[in-house]
């Protein structure tokens, strides 16, 4: 039965590509058949055929692949079939004595317009503006281009200004917010796949199609009406493909924007603003209306470029601040680490001045019980707290690090009265019940105290280091709270009360 049903499956696959393939075919071959015949009935006959397929390979794409947010393809299949009667309405009756042609145009771009909004919408970050500020930029230096060599021709082709004056005057306003759209899409995207590709290659060969129609009614130049047909054409084409290809599922789902973008959009907007500079040399016979709405045009596109760099600046400085932070910081505690405490003293040499120092090593008594009896999470949750305790303990311009483990160091400008009354706070502090996730545990600390001569300037924090960790070891061996190195030398150490009974750590 299983070998029955195998080669029947591939036959049906076989099939399904053999005839897809054949429907894509039939729809290029007809895109040619305008440029062998030059007939306007046969352009306006190819075009229904070619929109045809097209919308039937969108219906088929959507039945078989059925993505999630299939109305944006819906809406694709509307807008064609809207620039078909637009078009047809063009070619077949006096266009200059109603608007219903340019009607169903502009509703067809407003259909694109809908879908690319449907689709981008995943797309949103309402922490990053910067898509939308660089999208922004590329949609000024279009709608600058737009006015020098579009608008501002066909305002003065035209004597007075009228509906078709108006709707002349739209189209270029419409295309720069179709590519506006385009190249956030492009901007806003980490991969692309192939039916994304064949959208966007759709896109852009319609904007091509109305550059041209455009370039016409400005007067710069002169097509067929045949030959501006075929972008039309090509372009549902390709969205039909799209439609036909397992990728399209993906398309309007949400997508990770990297960092890295952020150069290509640069580079973008960097093209834009060169080709803006040669607008007014290009456009040095402008009028005074013409000059204002360059100069306009062109303000805002320094400005936005200016911005962009403020927030690239400001984002630069943040980034390299949380680098700096995380290099010196350990991230359970949010305390200074090893190598920041060896540099503490350097860094805070001119504030702390000629004044004694004190160094406090601190390990944790009965740590590694909880570590053992609650696991790793739980004990990592008690050093933090313990951290947070020291933190209370100490004034803000004093060093409080992490030394490793369950050891904690303070370095602060502390005569030895002053340090031996914060042992004891950090004593009583710690030895006080901690509320964790598993259960209330108690623990206690040994404290090392070393301190420097009048002048700290002869001493180092590796000497700190060596004494108050020789006189921690000390206080913990003999269970004395906390002892000075200094005392170590001359055989009486002084120590604090102990509030930590070792059978009771747990």
Sequence with gaps: METDEKPAGQSGRRFRVCWRSTLFSCGVLILALPLVVDSRRLALATLIASVTISVVMIGVGVRQYQPRRPLPWYLLSASAVQFTIGTALRQTTDWHRHPFDDLFTLGGYCCIGAAAVLWLRPRQNSTDHDLLLDSGLIGLGAALLSWTFLISPILHRAHTFNFSTLIAVIYPVVDALLLTVVAHSVVTSARSETSLRL???????????????????????????????????????????????????????PRDIHAHRSRQRASIIAIVMIVAALVPVVGSSLDMMDRVVVSSLFALLLAGVLLRSERAIERSARSERRAQYQADHDMLTGLLNRAALLRALHRNRDRW???????????????????????????????????????????RDDAAARYGGDEFVVLAPLSRQQALLLAE?????????FELSAAEVRIAASIGIACSGPRSADITVYELLREADSAMYHAKEYSLGYVFHADLRHGHPESGPRTWHRESAV
């Design 353 to 395: 001045g000629d004044q004694p120092l004190a160094l406090l090593f601190i390990d944790l008594d009965g740590f590694k019980r909880v570590n053992d009896n609650y696991g790793h999470a739980v004990g990592d949750e008690l050093i933090a707290n313990a951290a947070a305790r020291i933190r209370r303990m100490i004034r």
């Design 425 to 433: 706070r950090l004593l009583a502090s710690l030895g006080e019940p």
């Design 199 to 253: 959208v966007y290659l759709a896109m852009l060969v319609i904007l091509a199609g109305d550059l041209a129609c455009n370039l016409e009614t400005a007067g710069t130049a002169e097509l067929g009406r045949q030959i501006q047909l075929m972008p039309l054409q090509l372009a549902y084409t390709l969205i039909g493909a799209a439609a036909m290809h397992p990728t399209m599922v993906v398309l309007g789902s």
